[in-house]
């Protein structure tokens, strides 16, 4: 176990309830100080898409038909049950009664606590995505190596 | 005296000490804030990162409820 507090996360998955695991253990390590990056590939870019649900993004007809499929924020999908979409709504309603945060609310502390929110290029010339395609708040558009400099000396997890 | 308030007791991890940080940031030298908690973890995680940040913890009071009353400043 490193000595440094800094937590980096890989962002692979575009699933809603992956999304509230990364954005809880982001906030929560930038919460108690820890330096946190977040490294989004593949369908975790959607996370970061400024489009919230599906339009027309992305170079030439495919990239386009499946970031119009897997949409943004308010698309992503639950990895086990979405009822047909329907779960993500359900549990984000579920998360507000019991007094959990939603996946919203942990993405703007997420922006909020200031971690540094990575897009990763080779997923981004796959889905013919461009930085203008994303949220502000995204700091840079990153490869691998950048990756494990940024990362290095602290814990790094996979979601 | 406290100048600001933040309750946290209805919230939940991590939400309590994110709140509690967002909140700490915003104070202006020689301000103070003054958190209700309920539960161990705001009670162990609020305090320890704003120390660590360099906020100064004033005050910790049991209420004999379940809450804590901090008082933090800058």
């Known amino acids: ?159 | 005296m406290s100048e600001k308030y933040l309750d946290i007791t209805t919230d939940s991890c991590p939400m309590t000490f994110v709140k509690a940080k967002l909140e700490l940031e915003k104070l202006n030298i020689g301000e103070s804030l003054e958190i209700l908690l309920k539960g161990s973890e705001p009670l162990e995680n609020v305090p320890r990162s704003a120390v660590e940040s360099g906020y100064d913890v004033k005050s910790i009071v049991d209420n004999n409820n379940g809450t804590h009353t901090m008082v933090i400043g800058r």
Request: hydrophobic letters at 45%.
């Open chain 1, 1 to 159: 176990m490193s000595d440094v507090k800094k937590l980096s996360l890989i962002a692979f998955s575009g699933d809603f309830d992956k999304a509230i695991a990364a954005f809880t253990m982001a906030t929560g390590a930038a919460a108690v100080n820890y330096e946190v990056n977040i490294f989004f590939t593949f369908w975790g870019l959607n996370i970061l898409k400024k489009k919230l649900r599906r339009g027309t993004q992305g170079k030439g007809a495919l990239s386009k038909a499946f970031n119009y499929l897997s949409g943004g924020l308010e698309n992503l999908p639950m990895t086990r049950l979405n009822l047909l979409g329907a779960a993500p709504g359900l549990m984000t309603g579920l998360t507000r009664k019991r007094n959990v945060a939603t996946l919203k609310e942990l993405f703007e502390a997420t922006k909020a606590l200031g971690v540094n929110l990575y897009a990763c290029e080779m997923s981004m010339n796959i889905l013919g995505l461009e930085l203008n395609d994303f949220i502000p708040e995204v700091k840079e558009v990153i490869g691998v190596p950048k990756f494990l400099d940024i990362s290095s000396g602290g814990e790094t997890l996979f979601i």
